[in-house]
Nanobody
Framework: QVQLVESGGGLVQPGGSLRLSCAAS????????MGWYRQAPGKQRELVAT???????NYADSVEGRFTISRDNAKNTVYLLMNSLKPEDTAVYYC???????????????WGQGTQVTVSS
């Protein structure tokens, strides 16, 4: 079994910054891509940013230049640094990891429980 635990959400004023963290633990052989998604009220979940095991990154157009995704492979942790936050960034942010487990060597997608980010004055 694999668990993803997120932290770092909260309330921030427009123009402010937050840093999200997501640590993976459990029966992990290796982790391929990791990423962040978000879901605002009444909207579908959308991709925010992804990062491969080789640190290649991909961003949604709406966050390009403001958000930075990074990972620490030794800690099985992915980060999302969010700068110049806007009210439209308000959402629940979910961590995702594509993991090869150490027991069966199968590859599955895992999700964190979500962390609320609210951008408001």
């Amino acid at each position: 079994q694999v668990q993803l635990v997120e932290s770092g959400g909260g309330l921030v004023q427009p123009g402010g910054s937050l840093r999200l963290s997501c640590a993976a633990s459990g029966s992990i052989f290796s982790i391929n891509a990791m990423g962040w998604y978000r879901q605002a009220p009444g909207k579908q979940r959308e991709l925010v940013a992804t990062i491969t095991s080789g640190s290649s990154t991909n961003y949604a157009d709406s966050v390009e230049g403001r958000f930075t995704i990074s990972r620490d492979n030794a800690k099985n942790t992915v980060y999302l640094l969010m700068n110049s936050l806007k009210p439209e960034d308000t959402a629940v942010y979910y961590c995702n990891a594509r993991v090869r487990d150490s027991r069966w060597y199968s590859v599955n997608d895992y999700w964190g429980q979500g962390t609320q980010v609210t951008v408001s004055s």
